[in-house]
């Protein structure tokens, strides 16, 4: 080539060769966080609990949940293995894009998943929460940590955009795994009579306030007990539609925290289980719908703590998987973030009920402590 001769120009990438997560190069999965040993539980609750004024006697005894199981949350092995099974339907679908880790509460800090990210190369990622429903503590909350680490990390001259996919419990997928899982824990219990079987969707209680506020500031609000019961009644509909049952759901509570006098959703899945025992219920099944997989709120809430209720009672007790790394519910969060890339890319994406916008409404689910910045929403 002599000196002045122009450089044949790289081909252009068809909208066919276009990478199917672009504009993103990597995916951030963002999770509570736990702690991973005895003595990282103290430091893990004041952080969870932080400007809360709770003292520590509270934290202690909240902090016998984890030495009942030596110390060790298992909320963190679960997001190594959603992680694993993320990477293994993004591979099926020949989708290179790297998945970081970034946690709220414990390490890796979320923080230190951007500066990874960062030094890989990566200037936009897209979020994808391990909370499904939508309310202060299970979406704006994790909006204002990723403001507060996009923040701390802009200091060091570290810019990273960052995008997060909707809150995914009105999803088809979710419904589905949710289903399958109720339907085969409810095989068990074949010539068991309707009359004697209690179906209990459990969730995280919160404080009614929280509940109130939950949704777009100018919506009707309780957008958080609202997205549960619509995902109770499918549920209930298809069970009793694939098993020839004749079975009725309701929402109960679990994981109260608050003070004696402040309101929080109820009844209590232990203070149901003691109505229904005494109305002739022989069995109970409870279906922890509020979360994605079995971590301290599920194994020692139901799993310890309701079983013991039950025993009592002299109930049959149980308990239906979380979905975890079902297939269908993995698929479905793949979906999710190809969505989610394609309306960054100003592409029409599929509609269902009560689908939730990728950039939260302004007044959604507010912090009804303090004002503070959040991202991935339009205020």
């Excluded at 006098?261 to 002739?280: H, I, T």
Aim: charged fraction near 25%; glycine fraction near 8%; hydrophobic fraction near 35%.
């Amino acid at each position: 080539m002599t000196p002045d001769a122009a450089p044949t120009p790289e081909p252009t990438q068809t909208g066919a060769e276009r990478p199917p997560l672009e504009p993103y190069d990597a995916v951030l999965l963002l999770g509570f966080g736990g702690p991973e040993a005895p003595d990282e539980v103290m430091p893990f609750l004041r952080r969870v609990t932080a400007g809360r004024g709770i003292p520590d006697e509270r934290l202690q005894a909240v902090g016998e949940h984890y030495h009942h199981f030596g110390g060790r949350s298992p909320i963190n092995d679960q997001n190594r293995a959603l992680i694993a099974a993320l990477r293994a339907e993004l591979d099926t679908r020949g989708i290179d894009t790297p998945i970081i880790w970034g946690n709220r509460n414990s390490a890796p800090f979320i923080d230190d998943a951007l500066r990874e990210s960062h030094a890989a190369g990566h200037r936009r990622v897209v979020a994808l929460t391990t909370s499904a429903y939508s309310c202060y503590s299970s979406c704006r909350q994790y909006r204002e940590n990723l403001a507060d680490a996009a923040a701390a990390v802009a200091d060091e001259g570290v810019e990273v955009q960052i995008d997060k996919v909707a809150q995914y419990a009105p999803r088809p997928g979710f419904a589905a795994a949710n289903a399958g899982e109720l339907v085969r824990s409810l095989r068990a219990l074949d010539g068991a009579p309707d009359s004697e079987i209690a179906l209990l969707f459990v969730t995280h209680s919160i404080p009614e306030a929280m509940d109130d506020t939950s949704g777009p500031g100018d919506g009707e609000g309780n957008l958080y007990q609202r997205q549960h019961l619509a995902l109770a009644s499918r549920l209930t509909d298809e069970v009793n539609r694939v098993l020839g049952r004749d079975l009725t759901g309701e929402l109960v509570f679990c994981s109260r925290s608050g003070p004696p006098g402040q309101a929080w959703l109820e009844p209590d899945v232990n203070d149901r289980m003691r109505e229904l025992a005494a109305g002739g219920t022989r069995t109970v099944v409870t279906a922890p719908i509020g979360f994605v997989s079995d971590h301290m709120e599920v194994v020692y809430d139901l799993d310890t703590e309701a079983q013991e209720t039950a025993d009592e009672l002299g109930l049959t007790h149980v308990r239906v998987p979380t979905v975890g790394t079902d297939a269908v519910f993995v698929s479905d969060l793949v979906d999710a973030l190809l969505e989610r890339a394609a309306e960054a890319r100003g592409e029409d994406v599929p509609q269902f009920e009560g689908r939730m916008p990728s950039m939260c409404a302004p007044g959604c689910c507010p912090n009804l402590r303090q004002a503070r910045p959040a991202l991935c929403g339009r205020d």
